[in-house]
């Protein structure tokens, strides 16, 4: 044992590199993404520190170029599953027992390997496997998760710090305890450092943790696992598994052991794993916490008096940046007629120049593909159906073409109907709704705001006058869990905008916090009494 009180340093956000022409890390990420194309990866599952391949393997693929062959991945069956299950919890006693200045280290090595020899693999993953421009994954799979595991190392040693107060002749202390089982990891295609954090919080806090990565992400996902082994992550304590959520839904939910689920995904399956898990509940052996982050409508909403320069740019960056294939993408805004009629003009323009391509062949391009033919046919479904409604009209955009990749045009829609149908429903691409209101209608216009959505995740308001701007940030005070003063509603920075939603967008446990990591421990109050009492009776029961 260290016979030291040990503080890890101060946190600080990790620079994010600009990859210009000319620069090093322009050459070191085109290097990547060229040895990913020449060698196409076999990519199996991770249980107990080893790679298990189970034959039933599937195609990698990439979302602008369905003629690239970048390899397999081998899929998890209910053996496979049962096997993590059981390699996670041999793992957890050695684990849970680690100091946690050591399980630290492990993760701030990582955080070390990532920000430096790592990088570019794992940026050149994210651009393949999910057609994300160098800036867009710089920002993601770098810097992003890398924030996450020097930041949530500084939070878990506040957690620990805090200690009640103690009386005279006895002393009480708090240890937060991992909790009781395993913990699953469900994670998205559109982050790679959400799939990096949702498995690795838990785990910094002595849980042991499933990992299922989406099978539109298990590229960069595998970078991800091989960062943290080469960190010295103990083997068993994460466990990769890509696998359908049905068959991991039939044995995980089931199991006794299951202590907590970190997910990040759609609201209706959320909805499912919450049901499920409230019909088994005399199974468990506690009752699992439940973190999650769901869809969103994110909005912006424009007062008359704001700065157009400001919301244009934030419009098109916040609505089209990735596709939109960001939970905090601006799908709605509002507009007052005195700023469109010169915004509407100049935000169809802007939107024409945005060029759309190969992302990981052209630098140049600001949009990639979507991710899947899933997700094409549901985005277009949408275009096609404003492009045949009397309450809308397309602005600009609203072609599409899958013949090379899932490309589709960046897209505004203006609608006269504050409830059109894509002013209401999660669309998850590159579709922005407008609504134009009257001036004099700015009331009205706020509570449509307020209440056209089941969502609450983000949401941004423009606006000069201060007095205006605490006004309106109070009758939007429900509509968001991260919510934007004159700035884009995406963007949020960990150790600087804690992350997540409430309503259906989640439960708001805040990603990038203390308030995250605190959901992963169970806390244990100690008093030790230096001077216990030796009577039965209390002096107040003698006689005089």
């Known amino acids: 044992m260290h016979n030291l009180h040990f503080t890890f340093p101060e946190p600080k956000n990790e620079p994010i590199l600009q990859y210009a022409p000319g620069s090093a ?35 990698l693929r990439c979302p602008h170029d369905h003629s690239l062959d970048l390899g397999v991945y081998h899929e998890a069956g209910p053996e496979h599953i049962g096997q993590a299950i059981e390699a996670a919890m041999a793992a957890k006693p050695a684990w849970e027992a680690m100091p946690w200045q050591d399980r630290a280290r492990i993760f701030a090595k990582a955080a070390a390997l990532l920000a430096g020899p790592m990088r570019q693999q794992a940026n050149a993953a994210t651009m393949l496997g999910q057609s994300k421009s160098p800036m867009q994954a710089e920002i993601d799979s770098a810097c992003e998760l890398i924030d996450f595991w020097n930041f949530n190392i500084h939070f878990m040693g506040q957690i620990y710090a805090q200690q009640p107060s103690s009386g005279k002749g006895f002393l009480d202390w708090m240890e937060h305890r991992a909790l009781e089982g395993f913990v699953l990891a469900i994670t998205p295609f559109n982050f790679s450092s959400i799939g990096g954090n949702l498995p690795t919080a838990p785990a910094m806090m002595g849980n042991v943790v499933l990992w299922k990565p989406a099978s539109s992400a298990v590229l960069s996902a595998q970078v991800i696992m091989k960062v943290l082994q080469a960190a010295g992550l103990p083997k068993g304590v994460i466990n990769m598994i890509p696998c359908s959520g049905r068959e991991m839904g039939s044995v995980v939910l089931s199991n006794k052991h299951l ?125 096609d159906y404003a492009k045949n409604s009397t309450d809308a009209k397309i602005l600009v955009g609203g072609s599409y073409d899958k013949s090379k990749g899932w490309f589709i045009q960046p897209t505004v829609i203006v609608t006269t109907n504050p409830r059109f149908k894509t002013m209401e429903e999660e669309i998850f691409g590159p579709v922005l709704t407008v609504f134009v209101y009257p001036d004099d209608q700015l009331e009205e216009t706020l509570t449509l705001c307020d209440t056209t959505s089941n969502y609450a995740l983000t949401g941004a308001i423009f606006c000069n006058d201060r007095a205006t701007i605490v006004r309106l940030t109070d009758r939007l005070r429900h509509a968001a869990g991260n919510f934007y003063i004159n700035d884009k509603p995406t963007g949020a920075v960990v150790g600087m905008q804690p992350f997540g939603g409430a309503r259906k967008s989640g439960t708001n446990d805040k990603a990038g916090s203390m308030l995250n990591l605190l959901r992963w421990a169970s806390p244990r109050t100690i008093k030790e009494n230096f001077l216990p009492p030796v009577a039965v009776d209390y002096p107040h029961m003698s006689e005089r």
Not at 37 to 58: A, N, S
């Open 25 to 59: 890390e322009r050459t070191e990420l085109k290097n990547a993404l060229r040895e990913f194309r020449q060698h196409p990866q076999d990519i199996p599952l991770f249980i107990g520190g080893e790679p298990v391949c189970t034959g039933k393997t599937k195609k």
């Open 259 to 383: 202590a907590g689920i970190h997910f990040t995904g759609s609201t209706g399956t959320f909805n499912s794993i919450w049901r499920t898990i409230g019909e088994h509940l005399d199974i468990y052996h506690v009752y699992p916490r439940l973190v999650g982050e769901t869809g969103g409508k994110d909005f912006i909403f424009a007062h008359p008096d704001c700065d157009q320069d400001a919301l244009l740019a934030a419009a098109v960056r916040g609505a089209f940046e990735y596709q939109g294939q960001k939970c905090s993408a601006a799908s709605r805004m509002y507009v007052p007629v005195s700023v469109w009629k010169t915004l509407g003009g100049r935000l169809g323009e802007a939107v024409k120049g945005l060029n759309m391509g190969d992302v990981c062949e052209d630098f140049r391009c600001f949009l990639g593909a979507v991710i899947d033919e899933a997700a094409f046919k549901s985005i277009t479904s949408y275009i």
